[in-house]
């Protein structure tokens, strides 16, 4: 049976996403298969005006590293005007991203096409700068869900915190990586669909398990 011809990747911060998106369209290019890479995070373009406006409220904290590297974290919670409005204009971005990166490849230009991270993410963006761990219950959270193609299949990569800090040294200093990794695990409990692959191992048996998922045991020796 043919691969599905749209396949995501999710996870928390460093546990190889990008690692094995590209991996994966080289093997199915391998096996015959053109597959796309898409980047699905942080399409801001109607929501621009409201992240500056967070930015003037004071309600996005920027932390330097000690290399000069900059991490940000949205404070989003603390105004009500903020967290009802901005996930209402992060929607309507990631329509417009659906749209043009999504559907016209996928239903017009019949493409096939690995996406490195998806709209899961972007519920974990919001579940932390609102800081309401409910946030996927929510309606807007139901409208976000409902732009999923049917028939994509949709891969979380998880890995332990510590494991995560070893690759990437950055990452130590994010002060929320520790509450991104629980809300992936809530989110898997919550959607059975995805499937959950443990990432800490190294890379070559990840990606031997991705090729399993989407192609199926018999045909990933091919
Ligand atoms: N299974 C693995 N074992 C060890 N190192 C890995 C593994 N997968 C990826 N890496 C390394 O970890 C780092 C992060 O990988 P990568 O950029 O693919 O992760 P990511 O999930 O896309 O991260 P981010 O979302 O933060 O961009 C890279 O240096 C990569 O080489
Ligand atoms: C892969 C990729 C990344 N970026 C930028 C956006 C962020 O600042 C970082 C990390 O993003 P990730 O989702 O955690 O990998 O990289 C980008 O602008 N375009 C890309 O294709």
Same mark, same amino acid.
């Given at each position: 049976? /043919?691969? %599905?011809?749209?396949?995501?990747?999710?996870?928390?911060?460093?546990?190889?996403?990008?690692? +094995?998106?590209?991996?994966?369209?080289?093997?199915?290019?391998?096996?015959?298969?053109?597959? =796309?890479?898409?980047?699905?995070?942080?399409?801001?373009?109607?929501?621009?005006?409201?992240?500056?406006?967070?930015?003037?409220?004071?309600?996005?904290?920027?932390?330097?590293?000690?290399?000069?590297?900059?991490?940000?974290?949205?404070?989003?919670?603390?105004?009500?005007?903020?967290?009802?409005?901005?996930?209402?204009?992060?929607? #309507?971005?990631? *329509?417009?991203?659906?749209?043009? @990166?999504?559907?016209?490849? *996928?239903?017009? +230009?019949?493409?096939?096409?690995?996406?490195?991270?998806?709209?899961? /993410?972007?519920?974990? /963006?919001?579940?932390?700068? #609102?800081?309401?761990?409910?946030? /996927?219950?929510?309606?807007?959270?139901?409208?976000?869900? @409902? *732009?999923?193609?049917?028939?994509? &299949?949709?891969? #979380?990569?998880?890995?332990?915190? =510590? @494991?995560?800090?070893?690759?990437?040294?950055?990452?130590?200093?994010?002060?929320?990586?520790?509450?991104?990794? =629980?809300?992936?695990?809530? &989110? @898997?409990?919550?959607? %059975? +669909?995805?499937?959950?692959?443990?990432?800490?191992?190294?890379?070559?048996?990840?990606?031997?398990?991705?090729?399993?998922?989407?192609?199926?045991?018999?045909?990933?020796?091919?």
């Amino acid at each position: 049976m /043919d691969p %599905p011809r749209l396949i995501c990747i999710i996870g928390p911060d460093g546990t190889g996403k990008t690692t +094995q998106a590209k991996m994966l369209i080289e093997k199915l290019r391998e096996m015959g298969y053109e597959y =796309e890479y898409r980047w699905m995070r942080f399409h801001h373009f109607i929501s621009l005006p409201v992240l500056a406006l967070a930015r003037l409220m004071g309600l996005t904290e920027i932390q330097t590293l000690p290399d000069g590297r900059k991490i940000g974290y949205h404070h989003f919670y603390r105004s009500k005007l903020i967290s009802t409005v901005y996930p209402i204009t992060l929607y #309507l971005d990631m *329509l417009l991203a659906m749209i043009f @990166k999504i559907y016209i490849p *996928l239903k017009v +230009q019949r493409k096939r096409l690995v996406c490195d991270r998806f709209i899961y /993410d972007t519920l974990v /963006d919001l579940t932390i700068d #609102l800081d309401n761990i409910e946030f /996927d219950n929510s309606k807007t959270a139901k409208k976000f869900l @409902k *732009l999923i193609p049917r028939d994509c &299949l949709t891969i #979380l990569l998880i890995a332990p915190y =510590e @494991k995560i800090k070893e690759r990437r040294e950055d990452l130590k200093f994010d002060k929320y990586l520790r509450k991104r990794i =629980e809300t992936y695990m809530e &989110l @898997k409990k919550r959607f %059975p +669909q995805l499937v959950t692959i443990d990432a800490s191992s190294e890379v070559e048996k990840v990606h031997n398990q991705i090729v399993e998922i989407v192609v199926g045991e018999n045909e990933s020796a091919l």
